[in-house]
């Protein structure tokens, strides 16, 4: 069996990441996501264990201390991470996996897996941003002005990633994403 792939998918808030992923996986049956762990509150429309694993954030403290995660950030005042049984699931080979986060533990990530594929999305525009994340109606709008300023820093880290992707046309994105993914194996 070939060694199976870790791609890692970032880009900030209202670029459309999670909703490509989720039509990659449905197009793609040898793709498995990682689910991360977050100290943010549920959100409605959200599922434990299959959005996130949502704990607050004092055991998320005590994971950290217990060194339970292989990548762990603070972002918006949430810790987001992904749990130390990655490592199992890379190692079992089943499936590529997909991680989900954000560019410092993209970074932590390529650094204990130098093979890892970073991809990150990019919006066509920051209204365009700022109009998805109030269609979303999940948060008020000092959280999404908050989000905005930030949204420019962060997308200069995508010239860190090997491929950068513009989710400007979501079926073309998915055709982009699906043909980066295919092109590794």
Do not use: W
Not at 1 to 29: H, R
Not at 155 to 182: C, E, G, P, Q, R
Request: proline share 2%; hydrophobic share 35%; net charge positive.
């Amino acid at each position: 069996m070939s060694k199976k792939k870790l791609f890692v998918i970032s880009a900030s808030s209202g670029v459309g990441k999670s909703s490509l992923i989720k039509e990659l996986c449905k197009i793609d049956s040898q793709l498995q996501v990682s689910i991360s762990h977050t100290s943010r509150p549920k959100r409605k429309n959200e599922i434990e264990g299959v959005d996130y694993y949502f704990i607050d954030a004092n055991v998320f403290s005590k994971m950290i201390s217990e060194n339970k995660f292989v990548e762990y950030a603070l972002v918006y005042d949430n810790y987001y991470g992904t749990h130390i049984d990655i490592l199992n699931n890379i190692k079992d080979g089943k499936n590529d996996i997909i991680l989900e986060i954000d560019y410092q533990g993209a970074m932590q990530i390529k650094k204990l897996f130098p093979d890892t594929i970073l991809i990150y999305i990019l919006p066509p525009n920051l209204k365009e941003v700022e109009k998805r994340l109030k269609k979303r109606n999940t948060d008020n709008i000092e959280v999404i002005n908050k989000r905005l300023k930030v949204i420019e820093q962060e997308n200069l880290h995508s010239v860190d990633y090997n491929h950068t992707v513009i989710n400007d046309n979501f079926k073309n994105a998915v055709s982009i994403l699906y043909s980066i993914i295919k092109s590794y194996r």
